[in-house]
C-alpha cells in the first residue's frame, strides 16, 4: 500500500470549516484514499473514502486531486466532539493475490478544535 | 446493534504468563482484523481471519496467535508476555474485503 503523509497537528476555530491535508504521491490506480478518525481513548471511526471523484456524506467531504497524488478531508462546520487524530490510509479495493488486507495507520493529524 | 464487542476492557497481567483477548463482530460481519497500538502511535495490524482461517498477518512474533470461531467471533492470545506487550488492543469487523472496518473500544492491557 501507499505511504501517506499528514501534518502532525492543526487547530482549527469551533463553527469553522476544517481542512485535513494528506499526500499520497506513490498511490496507485487501484488504491482508494480512506480516512479514518480517533477520539481520545476510543477505536478509530470510519469516516470516508475515494477513489478519484470528490466525495461527500454527512460527516465530512473529501477531495481528491486530479493526479490524486493528495486529498483533502472537510469538516464543514467543526465541533469540540471533532477533537480526534485523524488517519489518512490508501489501501487497494480488489481482492487479488497478495493484495494487503490490512489498514496501514501513519500518526496521523491531531485535530484540536478551539471554543 | 451492539457494534464491535471487546472483554474485557482492562487487564493487568505480569510478565511471562499468557492472555486471551474477545471480540465480537458487528452483526452481519465476517471478517475479524486484530491491531496493537502503543501509547501515541497509530494501530499496527496484527493479523485477519475470515472463514475461521488467519488470512494475512503482520509482523508480529508467533507468540501472538489467534481464532475465529464459526459465528465470526474472535479471540487474541498473547504469550510469554513481555513489558513490550503493553498497549491497546483494537478488533475490527468487516464484511468480506471492504475496507470500512468498525472498530470496538479497545483491551487497555498492562503487563508488570
Known amino acids: 500500500d501507499a505511504k501517506t503523509t499528514q501534518p502532525p497537528s492543526m487547530d482549527c476555530a469551533e463553527g469553522r470549516a476544517a481542512n485535513l491535508p494528506c499526500n499520497h504521491s506513490?498511490?496507485?490506480?487501484?488504491?482508494?484514499v480512506y480516512w479514518y478518525r480517533q477520539i481520545h481513548s476510543q477505536g478509530p471511526q470510519y469516516i470516508i473514502h475515494?477513489?478519484?471523484n470528490n466525495e461527500t456524506n454527512e460527516m465530512a467531504s473529501l477531495i481528491i486531486t486530479e493526479d490524486r497524488k493528495s486529498s483533502t478531508l472537510i469538516l464543514p462546520h467543526a465541533t469540540l466532539r471533532d477533537t480526534a487524530v485523524y488517519y489518512c490510509?490508501?489501501?487497494?479495493?480488489?481482492?487479488?493475490?497478495?493484495?494487503?488486507?490490512?489498514?496501514?495507520f501513519g500518526s496521523g493529524t491531531q485535530l484540536t478544535v478551539l471554543p | 446493534d451492539a457494534g464491535v464487542t471487546q472483554s474485557p476492557t482492562h487487564l493487568i497481567k505480569t510478565r511471562g504468563q499468557q492472555v486471551t483477548l474477545r471480540c465480537s463482530p458487528k452483526?452481519?460481519?465476517?471478517?475479524v482484523s486484530w491491531y496493537q497500538q502503543a501509547l501515541g502511535q497509530g494501530p499496527q495490524f496484527i493479523f485477519q481471519y475470515y472463514e475461521e482461517e488467519e488470512r494475512q498477518r503482520g509482523n508480529f512474533p508467533d507468540r501472538f496467535s489467534g481464532h475465529q470461531f464459526p459465528n465470526y467471533s474472535s479471540e487474541l492470545n498473547v504469550n510469554a508476555l513481555l513489558l513490550g506487550d503493553s498497549a491497546l488492543y483494537l478488533c475490527?469487523?468487516?464484511?468480506?474485503?471492504?475496507?470500512?472496518?468498525?472498530f470496538g473500544q479497545g483491551t487497555r492491557l498492562t503487563v508488570v
Open positions: 452483526s452481519g460481519h465476517d471478517t
Open positions: 490510509i490508501v489501501r487497494v479495493a480488489e481482492l487479488s493475490s497478495g493484495s494487503a488486507r490490512q489498514l496501514t
Open positions: 475515494g477513489l478519484k
Open positions: 475490527a469487523s468487516s464484511l468480506g474485503w471492504s475496507a470500512e472496518a468498525f
Open positions: 506513490t498511490i496507485s490506480g487501484n488504491e482508494y
